[in-house]
């Protein structure tokens, strides 16, 4: 996962939790 300059811890965990939450809805689709 990239980390953008200037970002904030916050933004990067968010930007984790809705890598999961889409990754977790694929998996269920398939």
């Known amino acids: ?3 953008a ?3 904030t ?3 990067i965990l ?3 939790l ?3 939450l889409i990754i ?3 998996a ?3």
């Open 24 to 26: 977790s809805i694929v």
């Open 1 to 3: 996962m990239r980390k």
């Open 9 to 11: 811890k916050t933004d």
């Open 14 to 16: 968010m930007q984790f």
């Open 18 to 20: 809705i890598e999961a």
């Open 5 to 7: 300059i200037g970002a």
């Open 28 to 30: 269920g689709l398939i």
